[in-house]
């Protein structure tokens, strides 16, 4: 059973920080990369960040370097994305993906999905 699951959403004021998680399936680590995206009521979803389950290797969408981070720890088989500095503009649902290939950047191309997590940043 392939399966993703996310943690750690919620209400946080501006300036704030949260940490996603995205527990990942044994059969999911076939994937090649792991990464974030978001989708904001009314809007398309949006890449955030991938990492490389193999290597660690990552990239951010603009909107959030310096920011968020990404990191991945294999023996827990998850995935986390550590948010600092959050503004308003980061209110989302986000998802954590998964894809076979190496450094993939749209929705597209991950094959795995969670169910997302709500994020509320509140000004």
């Known amino acids: 059973q392939v399966s993703l699951v996310e943690y750690g959403g919620g209400l946080v004021q501006a300036g704030g920080s949260l940490r996603l998680s995205c527990a990942v399936s044994?059969?999911?680590?076939?994937?090649?990369?792991l990464g974030w995206f978001r989708q904001a009521p009314g809007k398309e979803r949006e890449f955030v960040a991938h990492?490389?389950?193999?290597?660690?290797?990552?990239n951010y969408a603009d909107s959030v370097k310096g920011r968020f981070s990404i990191s991945r720890d294999k023996a827990k088989n998850t995935v986390y994305l550590q948010m600092n500095s959050l503004k308003p503009e980061d209110t989302a649902v986000y998802y954590c993906?998964?894809?076979?290939?190496?450094?993939?950047?749209?929705?597209?191309?991950?094959?795995?999905w969670g169910q997302g997590t709500q994020v509320t940043v509140a000004s």
């Open positions: 990492i490389s389950w193999t290597d660690g290797g990552t």
């Open positions: 993906a998964a894809a076979v290939r190496e450094s993939v950047w749209i929705p597209p191309e991950y094959e795995y």
């Open positions: 044994a059969r999911t680590l076939s994937s090649s990369t």
